[in-house]
């Protein structure tokens, strides 16, 4: 008799959690993307995916490629782009996929850094830029690195900004837990939870959930913990990072971060960031928890002939955190 009643109770427990996503369907929230652009943003298209652009700077200037770094946006360029645009570059920030503006879905958006690579080879052409200086924060850094073994004819100098890259082949930092920095495991989760949001009942109860639960403070709350001074985060800037949570899909696309797709392994050797030989300048928050000070002095140690730059009682975002040292850095750097 228990048996047929736990039996039944099982039945109508999976009738409950897998008939619901297949007969409702989730209502569609946030606004157009495009109502939430920079007067002179622009999309284009890139590999099927719509892709925000911000450009500054005289059109025949020397483009230089900023690119931002997990869960960021353009946004986390708004101290340089202005400033590099006043000293004569084409200074370009673009949003990569699911991130910041540009498409939130889609099968084909880019995760892995070999991949995020490929796809910042494919904005450039898309913009009719051959050949650029390459700035890169965080993941962005770590794409960047990719982007030179790949596209070495296309770089003509590179900016290490508190980069997420480290050679696969070396042991993992320590305190890291193997990923390099408390960046690559910001939203991992077990593999059999990734391997369950495969499943669409899955993501339809987790879009639900989150749609409950996630604040629009959400990116400024993980992100509150890359400054070195909390406090740094004003509610101009929780406002600025926590824009994207507004645009259409933003669900679908956090639920393809929670899978595991933003932290893909990738191989990379010590060997091939050793023979990147353009000009590299590295700068790097002493005080950085996510992504710590070793990977930049391991970065340093493959690149001998690197500038290397720190700043005290800075964190993970030193373009923003010490923005006018970074900057005459930045522009010392490239005027060399």
Do not use: C
């Amino acid at each position: 008799m228990w048996l047929r009643r736990l039996v039944r109770i099982v039945f109508f427990l999976v009738l409950i959690i897998v008939v619901p996503p297949f007969i409702i369907p989730l209502p569609t929230v946030g606004v157009d993307a495009k109502t939430l652009a920079d007067p002179d943003g622009v999309f284009i298209d890139v590999d099927g995916l719509s892709t925000y652009v911000l450009a500054r700077g005289p059109e025949d200037g020397t483009p230089i490629m900023l690119l931002h770094g997990w869960g960021a946006s353009t946004f986390t360029w708004r101290e340089q782009i202005d400033v590099l645009a006043e000293a004569g570059y084409r200074a370009i920030a673009f949003d990569r996929p699911p991130y910041g503006l540009s498409a939130k879905t889609g099968d084909n958006i880019p995760y892995a850094p070999s991949a995020l690579a490929d796809f910042t080879a494919k904005v450039m052409d898309a913009l009719g830029v051959e050949k650029a200086i390459m700035v890169g924060q965080s993941q962005g850094g770590g794409v960047v690195g990719y982007f030179a073994i790949r596209y070495p004819t296309r770089v003509e100098q590179i900016v290490f900004v508190s980069a997420a890259l480290r050679p696969t082949d070396d042991p993992p930092p320590p305190n890291t837990g193997g990923t390099g920095g408390r960046v690559g495991g910001a939203l991992g989760l077990p593999p059999f939870i990734s391997s369950l949001l495969n499943i669409y009942p899955a993501q339809w109860w987790a879009r639900l959930g989150i749609r409950a639960f996630v604040r629009p403070d959400f990116a400024s709350r993980i992100l509150r913990s890359a400054y070195f001074n909390p406090d740094f985060m004003t509610p101009e800037i929780a406002a600025g990072y926590s824009q994207q949570l507004q645009v259409i899909g933003w669900d679908e696309a956090l639920i393809g971060q929670l899978r595991g797709a933003a932290f893909q392994p990738d191989p990379i050797t010590a060997e091939q960031i050793a023979a990147i030989s353009v000009p590299v300048l590295i700068a790097w928050g002493q005080d950085d928890t996510w992504v710590p000070l070793s990977v930049g002095e391991r970065l340093k140690a493959l690149l001998p002939e690197a500038g290397f730059k720190t700043y005290p009682n800075v964190g993970h975002l030193p373009q923003e955190e010490a923005a006018q040292a970074f900057n005459a850095d930045l522009l010392t750097f490239l005027s060399e």
